[in-house]
């Protein structure tokens, strides 16, 4: 490993731990406390979630129970697939970053 490589390995190292807290978090969330917020211009914003909008700022309407099982579902697959990208980058730095089964 070159020593330019060193800040880059520990930002990697640094990233992979956030990865893991928030896989944590989002394992532990219940369906109902995930909102999908949908950002446009002015008023034109959407939110979906159990409880529907919670601002005149933005448009919004209650999702089903299903709809955030499944959001949480593909939030999980997403952390999981950053955890990977930062283990594969590591591992092109020569660093062995494979959490024991």
């Given at each position: 490993m070159k020593?330019?490589?060193i800040d880059r390995v520990n930002?990697?190292?640094t990233e992979l731990g956030t990865v893991k807290e928030l896989n944590g978090l989002v394992g532990r969330a219940d369906p109902a406390d995930?909102?999908?917020f949908?950002?446009?211009p002015g008023d034109a914003s959407l939110e979906m979630s159990a409880e529907g909008a919670e601002s005149p700022h933005h448009r919004g309407f209650a999702a089903t129970p299903g709809f955030?099982?499944?959001l949480?579902?593909?939030a999980l697959a997403e952390i999981t697939a950053r955890r990977h990208a930062i283990?594969?980058?590591l591992a092109?730095?020569?660093?062995?970053?494979e959490e024991p089964a």
């Open positions: 020593l330019t490589d930002h990697l190292i995930l909102r999908l949908i950002a446009a955030l099982a499944e949480k579902q593909r283990i594969s980058e092109a730095l020569g660093v062995d970053a």
